[in-house]
């Protein structure tokens, strides 16, 4: 679709298997936060829950919720009709990926430190 923002590339293989899809998956940091979001949650989480827990704009969350859907590091499992708009509701793919797990894990600490004029 012309001026889609959706990912390019290689985003139909499963982000958790192909290890190009995972990259790019997790070349961002809101990306890595959301995952890490998703793999603590027992259940599956909105991009508005998302965005109140990592104090960042739904939309911004919304977009790369949907990025990391579009290279199938998250999967849609659920939507739910509130205020005359529809809420999905998303999960991690990425469970039990030993190269995923590793990525976020070592990104953590600089995805979670202070930014300047923060």
Do not use: C
Not at 89 to 96: I, N, R
């Amino acid at each position: 679709m012309a001026g889609s923002r959706e990912p390019r590339g290689r985003q139909r293989g499963n982000g958790g298997e192909d290890p190009v899809n995972l990259i790019a998956a997790l070349n961002h940091e809101i990306r890595r936060q959301v995952l890490r979001r998703l793999e603590a949650s027992d259940d599956a989480l909105s991009p508005a829950q998302l965005a109140r827990s990592l104090k960042r704009p739904l939309g911004t969350v919304s977009y790369h919720v949907r990025v990391l859907a579009g290279y199938r590091a998250a999967r849609r499992v659920a939507e739910v009709p509130v205020r005359g708009a529809v809420e999905h509701f998303y999960v991690s793919t990425l469970e039990g990926n030993e190269l995923a797990q590793a990525l976020l894990e070592e990104t953590r600490a600089g995805d979670e430190a202070p930014k300047q004029g923060s």
